[in-house]
């Protein structure tokens, strides 16, 4: 197993890392996903789902503590504010709500 300190994903960088994560038995001190998209609402995404095989739940055996930041104005078809808060639910994971960034990462 390898271990690193942080890893930051956004929007559908997040599903890939988590896949990535599950398949190489990788762990990380802290997991910071921002706008996590749920691959639903897009086409060209919602076939790529089939290929991701971890589950949201299991999520926190990856990381010591997860973290997910989402904007309460992300209008994102796959990563909007309600997909947020259901993943947080099902992830157990700690929440940052920010305001005005839209799906727009330019940092946390």
């Known amino acids: 197993m390898k271990n690193y300190d942080t890893i930051v994903a956004a929007s559908f960088g997040c599903p890939v890392i988590l896949q990535n994560l599950h398949e190489k038995n990788i762990h990380v001190k802290r997991l910071v996903l921002q706008a996590p998209s749920g691959l ?9 789902q089939e290929g991701f095989t971890f589950q949201v739940k299991d999520i926190q055996k990856y990381c010591d503590e997860l973290v997910v930041v989402c904007s309460r104005d ?5 990563a909007s504010f309600a ?3 259901k993943f947080v639910k099902e ?12 799906h727009r990462f330019n940092g946390i």
């Open 74 to 78: 992300d209008e994102s078809t796959s």
């Open 83 to 85: 997909y947020c808060k």
């Open 91 to 102: 992830s157990q994971a700690l929440f940052v709500q920010v305001d005005g960034l839209g």
């Open 40 to 48: 639903i609402g897009n086409e060209y995404l919602e076939k790529l």
